[in-house]
């Protein structure tokens, strides 16, 4: 069975602070893919980037950096000096083969950046 | 570019009522499927659908039931609503099934039934 957990329901920081949303899943597909997507507060989701099993890479782009580990079966992804815009709730979800392809998401992490 | 359209953004209805979420899609897209999102939940399967004239159960579909008559479109009709089907209703789709495909998402449909 595939399974995403989002561990923090809600995170709270304050303007310009570092914050990292965790993310663990469990799958026994040996090709699959991991996204996050962002819901800000107007409601709608936003993809914001995949990952696939074969690429442990790091990821960055701009304030946002994403840190896959396949020994650890995490996904975390990284705000560098948060921004109020970036309050919204944050979604990480899974993509194999089994299941046919259907996409797992986890229950998602609430962050608030205050000013 | 409209992407995926949800109607209508809110809906109340009465226990028993019947009803139809509508969704379409502009970007010729294979893959279609409905989500609810609850507190605490994330977000979960009910149907999806890999092509026109194909649907098929996700993760909580009773009381719910779609079609896929053409490419664009792919309505959610709740049978006889009942509270528990209170909920953010999302429509998504994708440019086919396969695994590495980003979903983009309407901007849901606020359901509450009384």
């Known amino acids: 069975a595939q399974k995403v957990t989002q561990a923090q329901t809600e995170i709270s920081v304050v303007e310009k602070e570092d914050v990292t949303l965790d993310c663990v899943y469990e799958?026994?597909?040996?090709?699959?893919?991991l996204f996050w997507y962002k819901q800000p507060p107007s409601g709608e989701l936003v993809f914001l980037i995949r990952?696939?099993?074969?690429?442990?890479q790091n990821e960055i782009s701009g304030r946002y950096s994403w840190n896959f580990q396949k020994s650890t079966s995490s996904f975390n992804f990284t705000i560098t000096a948060s921004q109020v815009v970036d309050s919204a709730v944050y979604f990480c979800?899974?993509?194999?083969?089994?299941?046919?392809?259907?996409?797992?998401f986890g229950a998602g992490t609430r962050l608030f950046v205050k000013a | 570019n409209a992407g995926v359209t949800q109607t209508p953004k809110f809906q109340v209805l009465k226990t028993g009522q019947s009803m139809t979420l509508q969704c379409a899609q502009d970007?010729?897209?294979?893959?279609m499927s409905w989500y609810r999102q609850d507190p605490g939940m994330g977000l979960r399967l009910i149907h999806y659908?890999?092509?026109?004239?194909?649907?098929d159960q996700g993760e909580v579909p009773n009381g719910y039931n779609v079609s896929r008559s053409t490419t664009e479109d792919f309505p959610l009709r709740l049978l006889s609503a009942a509270p528990s089907q209170t909920s953010v209703y999302f429509c998504?789709?994708?440019?086919?099934?396969?695994?590495?495909?980003?979903?983009?998402f309407g901007d849901g449909t606020r359901l509450s039934i009384l």
């Open positions: 998504a789709s994708s440019r086919n099934d396969r695994a590495d495909q980003p979903q983009h």
């Open positions: 799958t026994r597909d040996t090709t699959y893919y």
């Open positions: 990952r696939n099993s074969f690429d442990e």
């Open positions: 979800a899974l993509s194999g083969n089994t299941g046919g392809f259907k996409t797992i």
């Open positions: 970007m010729n897209h294979e893959y």
């Open positions: 659908s890999v092509g026109a004239g194909i649907t």
